[in-house]
C-alpha cells in the first residue's frame, strides 16, 4: 500500500503530495511521521490519499503513527485540501487551525488524568475488618480512615483520601499492597463551562405571528435535507435568538448537530448560559480564551460524539461534529469571522462548504447584514427571512444627536457632553443601567510637542505612542506591544512642552468617576480583559447589578442582552467613519446600529446619546433611525457604480521585510510578474494599484508594501495567485502573503 503525505511544516512551493509506503492499518487523515529530504528527518505529515500503487520510483515507508485521537476525519480532510484551494494557504496551516492548540508538539493529547482510589470489599467485609484486631485485622488508624472514608463512597480521587488527618501514602500503599483498595487512572474532562448546565430548561418556545411565519420559513429550508442559506435580518431586540432556538431543537429533536458561532469571546456567558440550560451538557464551548488543555478536552468530546451543539468563536467551525443538520452564524456582518493569519478564511466560506457537502442548512442572523450577504438575499441566492418589529411591542431607543462642535463653543472640554452627564444622572435615580461605547482604549491617544510639532510615535512602528495610567503609567504602542516610560521631553527636539492629545476609555473612566461618584463604573476592554474568563465574569457581575455603567470598546456593543439598561452613550460616534476604507460607511452604520440597540430591550424604553462631530452625516442619522433598507439602497448604489464587493473581489498581495529596501524591491517585481501573468490571459479580467505602502507601513520593525487587485476569483484566477506564492516563497528572504478579500 501506498499513501499520499503532506508534510505539515513546509514552505508554499514545497506544498504538494510525497508518496509514501505504509500498512494496511493506515487510514487516510492519519498523522503520521515521516522521513523527509536528504537527511531523512522526520517531520510530521497528513494523510490525504491511499492508493495501491505509485509512480515515484523511490519511496519510503512512513515511520510512524501519532496517538490515533489526533487524526482528521473524513470531511476534515476534504475541508483542507478546500483551504489550500481557496485561501492559499499550505495544508499544514490548514491541519493546525482544526486540531487542539499544541497537540502536534508530542506524541500524546494534553489529557489530565486523576488517581481514582476504590475500596475493594463489601460494606460487610469492611466493617468486620474494622473491628478484628491483630494480624487479621488493621491496626494502623491512617488505613482504618481510608476504608471508613470509602465505606460510604465507594471511590474517591486520591488527592481527597491523602488528604485526610492521619492519611499518609505509605497508608494506601499498603491498602494497595493488601488488595484492600485499588488505584485507576480515569481521564478527566475540563469544561470550564459546566457550571451552566444547572436545572434543564425544557420549556416550548413562544412565538409571536412575525417570528412563527419566519421560522416557517427557516424549518421549510431545514426539511429541504439540501444545502440552502437563510439570511435572518432582523431589528435589534426582534427576537432573532428564540428563532435560532428553535430551529436547533429542531436539528437536535432529529439526531443531528449544530454549531453556533458568535463574534466576540465577550459574547460566550450569555450565549452559552442559555443554551447549557437547555441541553445540559451536551454542549461544548470552543474559543480562544480557553486553555490548551481545555480546547483539547472539548475536541475529544465533539470527536466520541457526546456534543450536539458546539458554541463558539471564529474556529469553532472546524469542529468535528458529525452529522451536521443546522450551522449558524450570529452577527454575521461582523469583520472577527475573517481570520488575518494563514489560513485567511472567512468563517461564512467554511460553513457554505460544510452545508454543501452535508446537506445543512447555514443560518445567517443579524440586525445589520453584510452587504455581500444582503446582496445574495436580495438576489435570490439567499432566502431572506425578516423581523421588522421588537418582540413583546418593546419599542425602538430613542436616538438623540449631540453636536460635539457646540459643547466645545459652550467651553466644556471633556469627551463627555453635558446631555450624556444629565441622561446618566436620570438612570442612576431610578436604579438602571448604561452602556457607554467609545472605541479606543487607553487615556491619551497622542502625545505631541508643542515646539516642533512631531507626535511621538513607537521605535518599531509607524503609529504613535498611547497614553495609559495605572500604578505605573506608561506609553503603550497598540500594535506590537512596546511599552515605554511616560516621556518628559520631546525625543526630537528636547523640549519639555508636551501635550496629550485624544480620549480613550481610560480618561472617559476618570472623567465619569469625577462626575458621577456616587454610580458604579466598570471598565471593559483589552487592558482589563486580559485574564482567563475574565469576559464572562465582568459581564456577570453587571448583569447582577454590581455597576450603574459598563464603559468599553466594541466588546460592549454587540448582541448583549441587558433588561435594566435604559440608556446608551456613544462618545465619539465617527473615529471609524473617515478611515481610508471602502467599508467604512457599513462599519460605521452597524456598529451605531448595534450599541443604540443595547438599550430599551425591556418595557421601560430606551434613550442612545450619539456625541459626533459630524451630526449631520447621512450614515449616523441613518444608524440612529434604525434604517437599514434606505442605508442599503444608497451602499448599493456606490459599490455598483465604483465596482467594490459584491460586484468584484479583491485581493491584496502583501510584502513584509526587516529590510526596507528588500521590501521595495520585492514588491516591484511582484507587481511586474503579476501583470505579465495578466496579459497571458486576457480573458480575465484585473485592475491593479500599486505598489504602496500599507496603511501602516512599519509594524514591529518590518516594513510592508502591499498590491491591491480588483477581479473575480474564479479558478483561473486563484491559479494566477497560486503561482505567484509558489515562484515568491522559493526565493526567500522577504515574506509574501495574499489575501482574499480582507477585511
Known amino acids: 500500500m501506498y499513501c499520499e503525505v503532506h508534510i505539515l511544516d513546509v514552505p508554499y512551493h514545497l506544498d504538494r503530495p510525497f508518496d509514501y509506503e505504509c500498512s494496511d492499518e493506515t487510514v487516510r487523515g492519519a498523522i503520521v511521521k515521516v522521513p523527509f529530504g536528504k537527511a531523512n528527518k522526520l517531520r510530521l505529515g497528513v494523510v490525504t490519499k491511499l492508493k495501491a500503487t505509485t509512480e515515484s520510483k523511490i519511496t519510503k515507508p512512513v515511520h510512524s503513527s501519532l496517538d490515533g485521537r489526533i487524526s482528521l476525519t473524513e470531511q476534515m480532510c476534504g475541508l483542507c485540501l478546500f483551504l489550500k484551494e481557496h485561501t492559499l494557504c499550505t495544508v499544514g496551516e490548514a491541519v493546525r487551525c482544526m486540531l487542539p492548540p499544541g497537540a502536534l508538539s508530542h506524541d500524546k493529547l494534553s489529557v489530565k488524568e486523576s488517581k481514582i ?20 485485622g488493621i491496626r494502623s488508624e491512617g488505613q482504618r480512615e481510608i476504608i471508613k472514608y470509602l465505606q460510604g463512597i465507594g471511590s474517591a480521587d486520591i488527592s481527597l483520601v491523602r488528604a485526610l488527618p492521619s492519611v499518609s501514602s505509605a497508608n494506601i500503599t499498603a491498602l494497595i499492597d493488601k488488595g484492600i483498595v485499588s488505584v485507576k487512572s480515569s481521564e478527566e474532562i475540563r469544561n470550564p463551562y459546566a457550571k451552566y448546565s444547572g436545572k434543564r430548561d425544557t420549556s416550548p418556545i413562544i412565538l409571536s405571528s412575525a417570528q412563527n411565519e419566519a421560522y416557517a420559513k427557516i424549518e421549510e429550508l ?52 442559555i443554551f447549557c440550560k437547555r441541553y445540559g451538557e451536551r454542549v461544548a464551548v470552543i474559543h480562544s480564551s480557553l486553555s490548551a488543555g481545555e480546547r483539547t478536552d472539548a475536541y475529544r468530546r465533539i470527536r466520541r ?44 466560506d467554511v460553513a457554505s462548504y460544510i452545508c454543501g457537502r452535508t446537506g445543512a442548512l447555514l443560518l445567517l442572523a443579524s440586525a445589520t447584514p453584510s452587504i455581500e450577504s444582503y446582496h445574495k438575499a436580495k438576489s435570490g441566492i439567499y432566502t431572506l427571512v425578516s423581523l421588522k418589529e421588537r418582540y413583546g411591542g418593546v419599542k425602538l431607543p430613542d436616538a438623540v444627536i449631540v453636536d460635539m462642535r457646540e459643547e466645545l463653543r459652550l467651553g466644556n472640554t ?43 510615535t513607537c521605535p518599531r512602528c509607524s503609529v504613535s505612542m498611547t ?68 469576559y464572562d465574569r465582568m459581564l456577570e457581575d453587571f448583569r447582577g447589578g454590581k455597576a450603574d455603567i459598563l464603559l468599553g470598546t466594541q466588546m460592549v456593543a454587540k448582541g448583549h442582552d441587558f433588561p435594566r439598561v435604559t440608556l446608551v452613550g456613544v462618545i465619539l460616534a465617527d473615529t471609524s467613519l473617515f478611515v481610508s476604507d471602502f467599508r467604512a460607511s457599513e462599519r460605521t452604520f452597524s456598529l451605531l446600529t448595534q450599541v443604540i440597540g443595547r438599550a430599551g430591550r425591556a418595557k421601560e424604553g430606551g434613550l442612545a446619546v450619539i456625541q459626533t ?9 441613518l444608524a440612529c433611525a434604525q434604517d437599514y433598507e434606505a442605508f442599503y439602497e444608497g451602499e448599493i448604489a456606490i459599490r455598483r457604480e465604483l465596482t467594490y464587493p459584491p460586484f468584484c473581489d479583491i485581493v491584496t498581495l502583501s510584502v513584509v521585510s526587516e529590510r526596507e529596501t528588500e521590501a521595495l524591491s520585492v514588491s516591484a517585481k511582484l507587481s511586474a510578474a503579476l501583470i505579465e501573468k495578466i496579459k497571458s490571459r486576457p480573458d480575465a479580467p484585473f485592475i491593479v494599484f500599486g505598489p504602496f505602502e500599507a496603511s501602516v507601513y512599519k509594524v514591529n520593525e518590518k516594513y510592508r508594501m ?38
Open 117 to 136: 482510589l476504590t475500596l475493594e470489599l463489601t460494606p460487610e467485609e469492611s466493617r468486620e475488618l474494622l473491628l478484628k484486631e491483630g494480624r487479621s
Open 414 to 456: 471633556s469627551p463627555i457632553s453635558e446631555r450624556l452627564v444629565r441622561s446618566l444622572k436620570t438612570v442612576g435615580e431610578r436604579d438602571e443601567q448604561a452602556i457607554l461605547f467609545l472605541n479606543r482604549r487607553g487615556y491619551n491617544s497622542q502625545v505631541i510637542c508643542r515646539s516642533c510639532g512631531d507626535v511621538i
Open 613 to 621: 462631530f459630524s451630526p449631520k452625516h447621512e450614515i449616523i442619522r
Open 706 to 743: 502591499q498590491t491591491v487587485v480588483k477581479c473575480r476569483l474564479s479558478r483561473e484566477a486563484r491559479e494566477i495567485f497560486s503561482e505567484l506564492l509558489r515562484e515568491f516563497s522559493a526565493l526567500g528572504g522577504a515574506s509574501v502573503s495574499i489575501d482574499q478579500n480582507p477585511l
Open 305 to 348: 460524539g457526546d456534543v450536539d451543539l458546539v458554541i463558539g468563536t471564529r474556529s469553532a467551525i472546524f469542529a468535528p461534529l458529525s452529522n451536521i443538520g443546522l450551522i449558524v452564524i450570529d452577527e454575521e456582518h461582523e469583520h472577527t469571522y475573517k481570520s488575518e493569519s494563514d489560513p485567511k478564511y472567512h468563517a461564512r
Open 222 to 273: 431545514y426539511e429541504s435535507d439540501k444545502a440552502k442559506c437563510a439570511l435572518l435580518h432582523g431589528v435589534t431586540g426582534s427576537g432573532k435568538t428564540k428563532l435560532i432556538i428553535k430551529a436547533i431543537d429542531r436539528c437536535i429533536d432529529d439526531g443531528k448537530g449544530a454549531i453556533m458561532l458568535v463574534p466576540e469571546i465577550a459574547l460566550t456567558p450569555q450565549t452559552v448560559g
Open 467 to 534: 497614553y495609559h495610567t495605572g500604578k505605573e503609567p506608561k506609553m503603550l504602542c497598540h500594535m506590537c506591544g512596546f511599552a515605554t516610560p511616560v516621556a518628559k521631553e520631546c525625543p526630537s527636539c528636547g523640549s519639555s512642552e508636551l501635550r496629550f492629545l485624544g480620549s480613550g476609555t481610560q480618561k472617559v473612566e476618570s472623567e465619569l468617576m469625577q462626575f458621577l461618584p456616587d454610580m458604579p463604573l466598570m471598565r471593559m476592554d483589552a487592558d482589563t480583559t486580559s485574564g482567563k474568563l475574565s
